[in-house]
């Protein structure tokens, strides 16, 4: 529950104001007089620098000094509609793109770090059965679990009034190939739109870290991919998020593009949708997910901290996240189905230094094993060469086992190849003239942040020959 302490005096016109505020608000608070509780005015002057200022108001850990009703509101998720609350962490990518949106629509929420309050991811759980899934939103207490933008349109009764600008370009995707294109048409005085169903980064902001972009020996995925979001705002372009495509149609020489919520008008279009985490297809596998079964290190890790986990792959980004994940779970077993990892030398030779990581190579993946609670317990695997099966014993599995294109969207107005990439030839053209891609949704297209951006200039390039 929310922790609220209003340090104050009943003589206090201010200190009046505000528990009237959360009176008739119905929010439960506890009122320390500092006239009589000496430990209270040594708080209230730690806080505000030596002075004696109330009131003063502790919520879930952060002061506020004299806080007005608007500013209360705003902290509390007050609304004429209702109260909000938004459980969620600060890494969590869908709990910023809901939080974004909320704050564009000027809707007052009161976000709570999961990270930061146990009760809070206890109360996570008791919503989403024993699953800790983030962003929970809780509106008037009614709990909705993860809920896009056209959800929390309908819930909070937002007016979205329909989109009548025409952009040069809209983007679909705002990972790096999509920022890094709308980046060079801006420059090129081009007008863009980017669409991202999410938040802006794409797989590239899940990721801890990146050794291999130059310019940066190192750099976290998130710093990386806000220093090229704002270089695209600084630019020019418009960035809207939560905004899932839904279809794409051409009207003479423009194109339409419908969201979940609205449509939107382009000359051009570029898709840069990139790609989702494959799965194991394996017995239990969705049904555990989110109660133990993950395919985001950086997302979901923190919940694992000095606990048992395994990593199920042998690519760069199977050894990667296992790397990470050693450096605070208390044991990290690596499960690869052949006989030697695929991934690059440089991180076959950092598990040989890292004591907390077990491999079990040559290992095929059977069934997920759940408990009583339908939780996660265990992976039981097949012995390629002996046959033999056994069972991993583990708090939480991470599968990192290639990618598939996020192109269904897209399924009978460009051309795909088999597997579902988007076919491109010349400057990122598909079989649809005026439409363009990029990134690790193309047929291909190698799956590193350099080569995305690499893409994203390419497609620039096409599109700006077609405008002109």
Known sequence: MTEIILYGADWCPDCRRAKSYLQENNINYTFIDVDLDQEATAKVEAINNGKRIIPTLIINGIS??????????????????????????????????????????????????????????????SINNGKRIIPTVLIDDTPHTNPDNAKLTELLSINVEKEHKIYDTIIIGGGAAGL???????????????????????????????????????????????????????????????????????????????TKSTTFLGKSVVLSTGSTYRKLGIPNEEDLIGSGIHF??????????????????????????????????????????????????????????IDNISTYMNNTPVEFMANEKQLFEGLEVKNNETGEESVLKADGVFIFIGLIPNTKPFEGIVELNDKGFIQTSGLAETSVSGIFAAGDCREGAIAQVAAATGEGVLASYGLRDYLK
Not at 237 to 243: D, H, L, M, S
Not at 320 to 334: H, R
Request: aromatic fraction near 10%.
């Open 296 to 353: 985001c290190a950086t997302c979901d890790g923190a919940f694992y901290r000095d606990k048992d986990i395994i990593v199920v792959g042998g690519g760069n980004s199977a050894l990667e996240e296992g790397i990470f994940l050693a450096g605070f779970c208390k044991s990290v077993k690596i499960v690869h189905r052949s006989k030697e990892f695929s991934a690059s030398e440089t991180y076959v030779e950092k598990l040989k230094s």
């Open 64 to 125: 506020y000094t004299n806080p007005n009703n608007v500013k209360l509101a705003s902290v509390l998720g007050i609304n004429e509609i209702g109260k909000v609350q938004l459980f969620g962490a600060d890494w969590c990518p869908d709990c910023r793109r809901a939080k974004s949106f909320l704050r564009d629509n000027g809707i007052n929420f009161e976000f709570i770090d999961v990270d930061e309050h146990d009760w809070a991811t206890e109360k996570v759980e």
């Open 180 to 258: 890094t294109t709308s980046i060079y048409a801006q420059r090129d005085r081009f007008d863009t739109l980017i669409l991202e169903k999410s938040t802006v980064g794409g797989n590239a902001f899940l990721t801890d870290k990146i050794e291999n972009y130059p310019g940066f020996q190192s750099i976290s995925g998130p710093q990386l991919m806000e220093k090229m979001e704002e270089q695209a705002k600084t630019y020019g372009a418009t960035i809207k998020t939560g905004e899932e495509v839904v279809s794409i149609e051409k009207k003479d020489t423009l194109f339409s593009i419908t």
